[in-house]
């Protein structure tokens, strides 16, 4: 920068004005603060007392700047690192405008409106919600920022195990982040937010037992195929599908399962008016995929699946509860013929869903993202991705629109369908006790 006549007679008045005042500086150097600061270096500027509304330090370096009763409101600090700032205080940063790439001071991060509690990890940005019935325990749910970009959504030809309707691989890019549950949703949360239909008598107490002599009863019967539909009937009329305690395998920190993906949409419907601006739907299938691979362009996002036997899969084990670790080897119904659902025992402690966050959550921070429960997308069936929305929004209009599409594998899949790019699909009412849902909060949601 040259030295010119009008440059040295600002630094001129600089010198004179003898002021630590920085928008007063700012405003007599005639610097335009919607642009001078973007990717600026503020190491050890002070701030303190200032209102900065309109100033833009998108990606600008705040080591060690004194931000003590400085008023962001209204500025903009997109990508800015404010790790280090000295004297931060989170109601200096209200009405500030940030994003998912802004870094914020040790764990702490502006809490939004409709959460209780949010921080930033290793895992990146959380946030956090709580419920409760009266008189009873709040269940607290954590969802995970999931940052803006893009992927190829869909299976490569040669990836070992692939369904033919895992491509074409299309490619979505999501403008803005999204929110998603960190899991399933719990059977804790689930009866929660239910409470209104909460069971009585003789209906609680054997709904509690989440594998009753009545369920039993219908498992039983339901291999006389006649009598499939019947029993299904009174098995919801003895137990409550729509109560608290839906769930086959009862236990309140294992995946809600036995829901449909009504069921699902009820449950959102009523914790959406309990916590208004929550504003949860279930996720768009592109919106899963894009979460559930966390950067990943592989079979899994522990890296590529190498599949050993039909239930073996070591990259599974350490991820996901699948047919080779909680099933004894058989195989759920994914959608993909028309083989119903197998009856087995269970009666060896291990077949069934398992507390969710057991196993290593993904590089977002998302557990059981695979295996568990199969979870419930938003969008209606299509056979291929061909004409998939490229912002990654739900689809409609299928070629089976009576079909919503499911995700993720469950606890009895085999190894091949415990993939982020594989895919089923169910009727809305379906149920099963390997269905299940987490939801999501975003732009798209």
């Avoid at 690192?81 to 702490?108: C, M, Q, Y």
């Avoid at 069971?199 to 509690?208: D, H, V, W």
Wanted: proline share 5%; with cysteine; charged share 25%.
């Amino acid at each position: 920068m040259s030295l010119t006549p009008k440059l040295w007679a600002r630094v001129e008045v600089l010198l004179a004005a003898g002021t630590n005042d920085f928008v007063a500086l700012v405003e007599i150097a005639e610097l335009d603060k919607t642009k001078a600061f973007r990717h600026g270096d503020l190491r050890k500027c002070q701030l303190q007392g200032q209102t900065l509304d309109g100033f833009d330090f998108s990606g600008a370096k705040f080591e060690g700047a004194n931000v003590a009763r400085a008023i962001f409101r209204g500025a903009t600090l997109k990508g800015a690192d404010l790790s280090k700032v000295v004297n931060f205080d989170d109601a200096d940063f209200e009405g500030a405008v940030t994003d998912e790439h802004t870094i914020w001071p040790d764990d702490r991060w502006p809490c939004p409106e409709w959460a209780d509690a949010a921080g930033r990890d290793s895992f990146g940005l959380w946030a956090s919600f709580s419920v409760g019935a009266k008189g009873a325990p709040a269940v607290t749910q954590r969802m995970r920022r999931i940052p803006a970009g893009e992927f190829l959504m869909g299976s490569p030809d040669d990836e070992a195990g692939r369904y033919d309707d895992e491509g074409p691989r299309q490619r979505i890019a999501f403008a803005e982040g999204f929110w998603m549950f960190d899991t399933p949703c719990t059977q804790a949360l689930w009866a929660a937010v239910m409470r209104g239909s909460r069971p009585s008598g003789l209906t609680a107490a054997i709904s509690r037992q989440g594998y009753t002599v009545f369920a039993g009863m219908r498992r039983f019967f339901q291999t006389l195929n006649p009598m499939r539909k019947r029993v299904n009937v009174l098995h919801r009329q003895i137990v409550g599908w729509d109560g608290m305690y839906p769930s086959r395998f009862g236990s309140l920190n294992r995946p809600v399962e036995t829901v449909s993906w009504k069921d699902a949409r009820t449950f959102i419907e009523r914790l959406n008016q309990q916590k208004p601006g929550l504003n949860l739907t279930l996720p768009s299938e592109a919106q899963w995929e894009y979460a559930c691979r966390a950067g990943s362009p592989e079979a899994t996002y522990a890296g590529p699946m190498e599949i050993l036997g039909r239930n073996n899969a070591p990259v599974l084990e350490e991820i996901a509860w699948y047919g080779g670790n909680s099933a004894e080897g058989f195989e759920l119904d994914n959608g993909h013929d028309n083989e119903s659902f197998p009856e087995k025992s269970h009666e060896d402690g291990k077949a069934g869903t398992h507390p969710v966050g057991r196993k290593r959550p993904n590089q977002w921070g998302l557990h059981d993202m695979l295996g568990n429960v199969w979870e419930w997308c938003a969008d209606e069936w299509h056979d291929t991705h061909v004409g998939a929305a490229s912002d990654g929004a739900a689809r409609d209009g299928g070629d089976n629109a009576a079909l919503r599409v499911i995700r993720g594998g469950a606890w009895g899949e085999t190894a091949r369908g415990v993939r982020a790019a594989c895919r089923g699909g169910g009727v809305p009412s379906r149920r099963g006790d390997y269905l299940g849902f987490r939801c999501a909060r975003g732009p798209l949601a």
